[in-house]
């Protein structure tokens, strides 16, 4: 299935640098004390995406693959499943719970459930739920049958089922906007107030604008820069009602992925700020403070009146914040299934969603 390579792997980076690394720990100008960091879920398969609405947090498990095993590249087999999930978190009042709302669906990833990719991206908003499932191509040997056939799609959940709005990946195949290559990733989601949805197309290095009715079409192109394509992955609108953009561009003793400013409209870019490594996920508060999950740096950077303050979460993905209060949730080991996967000989903790306070 395409881009664990693309994601992962093939930046180049030494993805157990961060294994090591404890939370609640602040650096770069952060006053009033510490940020503190609670755990509120765990058993979490390659948990990716969060998007906030009305009290819950909703989270992308990419899942842990499957018993069937197919390709032997660089990076080694990939191994394909159904145990890819859509699952929301929330507090009851006296706990965090969390239970998956969808599952079954169709997940890839390193034989021992690592580095997956499947539904990567998930948007909730005003209580509709959406979801971004991978492409895999036909001569990769994934079935093509039902539920494969969401390979590439735009998922509406709605009780218990996710059902294909729009077919992301053919944009790719139809007008191939970056022309580099003729690839597709889709892997971030982001609904719009007015009934659209914009995903990120990692692989096609673009971003494709669905409409309420379901039509998907060409939006915004990314520049190659720094020797690297752009590689988007997150998705965030502005307080400024702007669209923002994160990127996977670069490796991580280069800081050189941006995070774009896309007008809503037209797909035009704006601008962007740079200085970031590889970026796993965007948010920001309704103050306008930017928060950026480096995910090979292992930190969570808030950029906030010229100063950027770091927290340090192991393989940070997804961000949300609470618009009401300004708690920031962050995936965290975010390659790793509920059991954890092995680097360089060590077993990681399997992936969980952290909540930080004063941050």
């Known amino acids: ?72 590249g660089p990076e080694g087999e990939t191994c394909v499943g159904l145990s890819s999930a859509v699952t929301k978190i929330y507090w009851d009042g006296s706990a965090w719970q969390h239970h998956r709302v969808v599952r079954g669906l169709p997940s890839g990833a390193a034989p021992d459930g690592g580095f997956a990719t499947g539904v990567d991206g998930v948007s909730a908003l005003h209580g509709e739920l959406w979801g971004i499932e991978t492409f895999a191509p036909p001569e990769a040997g994934v079935p093509t049958t039902p539920p494969w056939n969401k390979l ?18 053919a944009v790719e195949f139809k007008y191939n906007p970056h022309k580099a290559s003729l690839e597709s990733n889709p892997y971030a989601v982001l609904a719009l107030p007015d009934g659209r949805k914009i995903v990120a197309d990692a692989a096609g290095n673009d971003l494709v604008v669905v409409s309420p009715q379901g039509k998907a079409k060409p939006f915004t192109v990314f520049p190659d820069h720094d020797k690297h394509e752009a590689v988007p992955t997150s998705l965030a609108l502005g307080p400024d009602g702007n669209l923002y ?72 993905a997804g961000l949300a914040v609470d618009p009401y209060d300004g708690k920031v949730y962050v995936s965290a080991w975010s390659v790793a299934d509920r059991d954890g996967t092995v680097m360089e000989g060590k077993k990681t903790p399997g992936g969980q969603v952290w909540k930080i306070l004063g941050f």
């Open 1 to 72: 299935m395409k881009t664990r390579t693309s994601l992962v792997v093939a930046t180049g980076v030494a993805l157990a640098a961060t294994a090591g690394i404890a939370p609640a720990t602040a650096s770069g100008g952060h006053s009033g004390g510490k940020p503190v960091v609670r755990v509120i879920a765990t058993g979490l398969d390659n948990p990716r995406q969060l998007s906030y609405d009305d009290g819950h947090v909703y989270v992308a498990e990419a899942g842990r693959g499957g018993k069937k095993c197919i390709g032997e």
């Open 245 to 316: 953009v994160g990127e996977l561009n670069g490796l991580t003793e280069k800081p050189t992925a941006r995070v774009w400013k896309v007008d809503p409209w037209t797909g035009k870019i704006l601008g962007w700020k740079s200085g970031f490594g590889p970026i796993g996920g965007i948010a920001f508060n309704s103050s306008g403070d930017l928060y950026v999950s480096q995910l090979f740096q292992g930190v969570v950077t808030k950029v906030a009146h010229g100063k950027r303050t770091n927290v340090k979460v192991p393989f940070p």
């Open 152 to 169: 590439g799609k735009l998922l509406r959940v709605d009780q218990g089922k996710a059902r294909i709005a729009a077919d992301v990946s």
